[in-house]
């Protein structure tokens, strides 16, 4: 039997994917490594396929969200160091010890479950300590130098210390100065970091501060390792306003056109009848909805004020047959609306200025990349095939 072609598919392009690993590795410091970050299924990209790429390219360390991450990793074969930023409950510790993943601890009981486990499997354990540094994502009531020392007792090794900021008003400790002075949070972690180094006696330890805006716009903060995920695939940071970097794009959900057909003037398209067309329309329907990550955004955009006043703009835009503020796709290397509601499993698309347009056509979508299932199938290609 003559095997399928996907209809819908996401397109990945590992020589983009290489070119960003280079590009960023040139704005590394001699000494700082990079830890790509594959999370999420390497940003929708694929976990596995995209961390050999950045390897190969450079990486010397991975980073993931969750346990079954990495062990994903270790079954297929990849073998550098794996960092887990979420610290593994009781019952996922035994499979970090055993699969060689490098755990997170913030508390004195993740360094417990993380000894036991350790006796459990017979083998030793490493951790990176994590220092909540004002974002609170995982406060902590303990000392670093104490988890240290808590974890040396029982033979935990210690072989990281890190922190992670988020863009500016996240409520870094010294956010209100960084307004006077840039930088001076990330400085401030760089000095914690140095003296518990030498309190602790350990100049091995890695410490690491910095990913993809830090990287850009406070350069002096890679210290001996930068995590990076965003830049690697192609897109800065929203809040980032420094982008001198020569990224190249590595994403692009396509599918095809699996009908064409015409509603008359005043005809409405999609639930609700929000749409209704001005002129003759030709419509394309493409096997593609919110199921498959199709204009869908995380719910803190979706509630900012000017995202309410483009979701005004685009119902009253539509009340009136009008495309603007609609999101578009692009067709024959045009591009055209989405009219109408999306659907769970499609959308459907003003082809009526593009006459050329017919049945199979490909048509190339927006989508939130970490939106997209892994079960739409991933094709590794250059995009311009």
Known sequence: MRAMSPTTRVIVDPQALAHNTAVV???????????????????????????RVFLEAGATWLGVSAVDEGMALREAGVDAPILCFM?????????LVEARITATVASSEHVTWLHEASEAVGKSVTAHVFVDTGLARMPS???AID??????????????????????????LADGLDLFRAGVSARMFVRLAEDLRASADRSDLIVHAAASRLLLEEPQSQ??????GTLLYGQYPAHVSKRDLDLRNTFELRSR???????????????????????????????????????MMPRSL?????????????????AWGRARHLPMVRIRGYEAPIIG?????????????????????????????TAISPDVPRVYQPLGE
């Open 257 to 295: 056109i699996v009908h064409l057909g015409t509603v008359g003037v005043s005809g409405k398209v999609g639930y609700g009848g929000e749409f209704r067309v001005r002129r003759e329309t030709k419509l394309a329907t493409v096997p593609v909805g919110y199921a498959h990550g199709l204009e």
């Open 223 to 228: 210290m001996d390792m930068v995590r990076v």
């Open 302 to 318: 979706a509630e900012r004020p000017q995202m309410a006043v483009r979701g005004f703009l685009s119902r009253t835009s539509a």
């Open 87 to 95: 610290p593994a409950a009781p019952g996922e510790c035994e499979a």
């Open 341 to 369: 509601r999306i659907a769970m499993d499609h959308c459907t698309v003003d082809v009526t200025d593009l006459p050329e347009v017919e049945l199979g056509d490909d048509v190339t979508l927006p989508a939130r990349r």
């Open 25 to 51: 590795r040139e704005r590394l410091s001699r000494h700082a490594r990079l830890m790509a970050v594959v999370k999420s299924n390497a940003y929708g990209h694929g976990l596995v396929e995209a961390s």
């Open 147 to 172: 988890l240290m020392d808590a974890a040396s007792g029982v033979g935990v090794k210690i072989t990281g210390l890190y922190t992670h900021y988020g863009p500016p008003g996240s409520g870094a």
């Open 141 to 143: 009531d303990e000392r």
